[in-house]
Structure formats: structure tokens, C-alpha cells
């Protein structure tokens, strides 16, 4: 899909105000976006894998069929060409029928998924693996302390891969990942990362204009993510610890990595583009100040990131009621500023530092996009034209972002990006061990029915 480049430069005209690195270069940062997708030279010829079926059909499994899975398989049925979806996977019955039915509806011709093709339990991500051949796709989207798990084996299988974030909640499983998808390029398999917004053709353009100079040298970038309180479901009767956690996944750091990883990844990670660098250390603070609810969540962050030109990304992230709300990225240059990432669907960029209409010099003015769908669109069009493709390194890279401010806010100590990097610290071990939903929980309550919270200044997140 090409580029729409109908922008324009525009000035006083009205318009809504809004009120230890490792050798980890620029271009490893801007590496992704849609001029320049993570390509690397294809290392086995006889290993490549394009299309594996006479009828170019691409077959689809979907692993973890909850609403986002559900939304990814629907992108992946929409791509330009034929797709089929033959296997589906999720340890819970109800929500693997619920995505069935609905996928179905949608597209009745393009899902084929009989009742031996639905696979329950822990274990039911191999079996829908295992109905594919190499060369067909699979989409990740369980919670994200599975996702390493998942990635490895479909690499080993000769799989193509949408996975959403977060693609872990540790070091080691980033490190996990990072080596499956060094594995997937010498295979030349595609992988694409669900961090969507890097293929938003709006703030493409506009993280050029900044790259162009726009507003001079990047001084400062605050990601935010401020709204209401994340939802807890209770526990219910007879529902086991194990079932009562994954269901509130949001909720746990062992499952989703923590707030300030899994909600403000997106706009860490633009941050993280329009600067054109991944920081090297971070201090910050947190806490459970207002919630109530029997989980971990932190309801409130604050994380100072140094990038390697001294230059600061500020994080802020609260989910509480009745308070200031903001949900994107808020740039600075030496000569003007921006407003956009997620949550900003018309990015804008200004002369100086306020943004008011008199000082608008850039918006964007090209047709809608859907980033959910050129995402995906992306991919497949990489694998039926057998185009490198491989977002790996940057989607892990992002979500060490996310995990190195946890580690500052969780510890109150100035972590470094290598510090984190190296950490062999896992939130949940032996997650390959569960068989099912009645095993124990990694994480259990105490005789209160409460969880361990991390306490700034005594917790070891190293």
C-alpha cells in the first residue's frame, strides 16, 4: 500500500487546539515504519517460506480469541487475496466459541474451523500450530506473559506471525523473543508486532516532518496515558485462582507486565521513533494510591527516561477517577512542537511551544487510515510477495521501554537500560509447565485475599 503524501504545510488557520546502550543506532529505532520494515538479507533460500498453497489461499490460526484476537483475525480475513481461517485456540471455551460465532457471521466463506479444530487448554496453542503448514500465519494475541512462549514455537514450526503487544513482561522473555525473531529471519519469516501505530499513515508523515527538521532538534517527549480506572472483574464461584487471574490479566504484573507497559507501550514507543533512539537509563515513582480492588496495579506513574544525548522522555500514567485525562505524545524541539501518537488521530505540528491554531503549521489532510488494517495488510502483502519482514528487534525493544520503567518505579532506583536488559528476573517461571486452568496460580493471595504490591525502595526488580 503506498504512502498517501496529500498533505499540507498550513499556518493561522483555526483548527481544535489540544490543549548501557548497546550499538542500538537511529536507524534501528525508525526501523519498522513503512519505508523501512526491519529488512534483512535472506540467509537459507531452501528455508523460504512465501505462500504454501497451490491456490495462494494463506491459512490462518488464531491463538487467544478474546477481543483483540478476535479484531486481528478480522484483519487478516480482510487482506487483499484469499485467507482462510482453520484453527483457533483460547483456554477458555466461552470466549473461543463467543470469537467463532462472530468471525463466522463476518465472514462465512472464509472460516473453516470445525469442532476438532478448536483447541482448549494451555496446550491448545500447539494443537492450532500444529493444523498449519510452514508457511501459513498465526496470530498471538493471549495475554502477554505467554507471548515468548508462543513466538518460539511458531518460528520452530516455519510460521509467519502477527503477535500484539506486549510481547513479554521480563527481560527474559524479551530476550526469548529477540532470539526467535533473529531465528525467523535466517527461516525468512514475516513478523509483524501489534504496535499499530507505526503504520498510521498520519503520524508516519508527521514523524518525517519532525525528522525533516519541523521543529528543530527534539528536545523533550511526554507519553500519556491518563483516564479512569481499569476494570476488575471478582472472582467468581468455583472459578479457579489461575482462571480468576488470566481473566483480569490486565490487572496482574505477572500476566500483563504492568500498566505503564502494556496501556503506554504505544506512545513510549513513538516517543521512542520521533526521537530516534531508545533510552539508556530511567528513574521514576509509583503507586497504588485510590484503588481498591484486590490486584497489583500501580494507579499512577511517573518515569524520567535519558536517551543518549542527555535529551528526556517523561511517562506519565494514572487510571483514576475524576481526575485530568490525556491519551497521546507531547513533543518539544528546539523551535516548535508536536501533539500526536495514540490517541491523536490528527497529529499536528507547531511553531514554537504553544499549541494554539494561530501557531498550526502541519496537520495532516490525506484520507482516512485504519492502522489495525494497514498493519496487517503489510504483512501479508510481505509474505505473498516474499519481501523481507521482520519487527522483532523493535517491537522488543519498545517493550523493554515499558518494562525498564516498571523496573524505576516498582524499585525507586535509577535502573540502566543494561541493567534492565540483563536482569534474569521472571515475573512467572515455568508458565511452559500449565496444563490447565485448575493448576496453580504463579501468583497466589494471602489469607486476606490480597496480592503482594510492590513497594518502592524494597522491592528487587533485578
Aim: proline fraction near 6%; glycine fraction near 10%.
Amino acid at each position: 500500500m503506498a504512502v498517501n503524501r496529500n498533505v499540507v504545510a498550513r499556518s493561522n488557520e483555526q483548527t481544535e487546539d489540544d490543549g548501557a546502550y548497546t550499538g542500538l543506532t537511529r536507524r534501528a529505532v525508525l526501523r519498522g515504519s513503512a519505508a523501512a520494515v526491519a529488512g534483512i538479507s535472506l540467509l537459507d533460500p531452501l528455508a523460504r517460506f512465501a505462500h504454501a498453497h497451490e491456490d495462494h489461499t494463506i491459512r490462518v490460526a488464531l491463538v487467544g480469541c478474546g477481543g483483540r484476537g478476535t479484531g486481528a483475525a478480522a484483519n487478516a480475513l480482510s487482506t487483499p487475496g484469499p485467507t482462510k481461517l482453520v484453527a483457533m485456540a483460547d483456554v477458555f471455551d466461552s470466549r473461543l466459541n463467543s470469537s467463532f460465532q462472530q468471525l463466522s457471521k463476518q465472514f462465512p466463506e472464509k472460516v473453516d474451523v470445525p469442532p476438532e479444530r478448536r483447541f482448549g487448554g494451555f496446550r491448545g496453542y500447539l494443537q492450532a500450530m500444529d493444523a498449519l503448514e510452514p508457511g501459513d500465519v498465526v496470530l498471538l494475541a493471549t495475554p502477554p506473559a505467554f507471548r515468548p512462549i508462543h513466538l518460539e514455537y511458531a518460528v520452530n514450526r516455519g510460521l509467519h506471525v502477527f503477535m500484539e503487544k506486549s510481547f513479554a513482561v521480563d527481560a527474559p522473555g524479551v530476550r526469548r523473543v529477540l532470539k526467535a525473531g533473529q531465528t525467523a529471519t535466517e527461516k525468512n519469516l514475516k513478523i509483524a508486532g501489534g504496535l499499530m501505530s507505526r503504520h498510521y499513515i498520519p503520524l508516519e508523515l508527521a514523524v518525517e516532518q519532525i525528522h525533516q527538521g519541523a521543529i528543530g532538534t527534539v528536545i523533550t517527549c511526554w507519553a500519556y496515558r491518563v483516564h479512569g480506572p481499569v476494570g476488575f472483574t471478582p472472582k467468581s464461584p468455583g472459578m479457579s485462582e489461575l482462571a480468576h487471574q488470566i481473566r483480569n490479566y490486565s490487572c496482574f504484573t505477572w500476566l500483563n507486565g504492568s500498566f505503564i507497559l502494556d496501556w503506554l507501550i504505544h506512545n513510549l514507543d513513538v516517543c521512542c521513533w520521533v526521537k530516534g533512539a531508545w533510552p539508556i537509563s530511567a528513574q521514576g515513582q509509583g503507586g497504588r494510591q485510590v484503588r481498591d480492588v484486590p490486584d497489583q496495579l500501580f494507579d499512577h506513574y511517573a518515569v524520567e527516561y535519558t536517551f543518549p544525548d542527555g535529551t528526556k522522555l517523561f511517562a506519565q500514567g494514572r487510571h483514576q477517577a475524576n481526575t485530568w485525562g490525556f491519551f497521546g505524545d507531547v513533543i518539544h524541539g528546539a523551535t516548535g512542537s508536536a501533539v500526536l501518537g495514540e490517541g491523536i488521530p490528527e497529529p499536528r505540528i507547531y511553531k514554537g511551544h504553544q499549541q494554539s491554531a494561530g501557531n498550526l503549521i502541519w496537520q495532516y489532510q490525506g484520507p482516512p487510515c485504519n492502522q489495525y488494517q494497514r498493519e496487517m495488510d503489510l504483512l501479508f502483502d510481505a509474505i505473498r510477495q516474499d519481501k523481507p519482514y521482520n519487527e522483532t528487534e523493535r517491537c522488543g525493544y519498545a517493550c523493554m521501554v515499558g518494562i525498564l520503567g516498571r523496573m524505576a518505579a516498582e524499585s525507586g532506583n535509577l535502573i540502566t537500560w543494561q541493567e534492565a536488559m540483563n536482569s534474569n528476573l521472571e515475573l512467572a517461571p515455568g508458565l511452559e509447565n500449565l496444563t490447565s486452568l485448575e493448576d496453580p496460580a504463579p501468583l497466589q493471595p494471602d489469607s486476606n485475599g490480597r496480592y503482594p504490591i510492590a513497594m518502592p525502595g524494597f522491592t528487587n526488580v533485578l
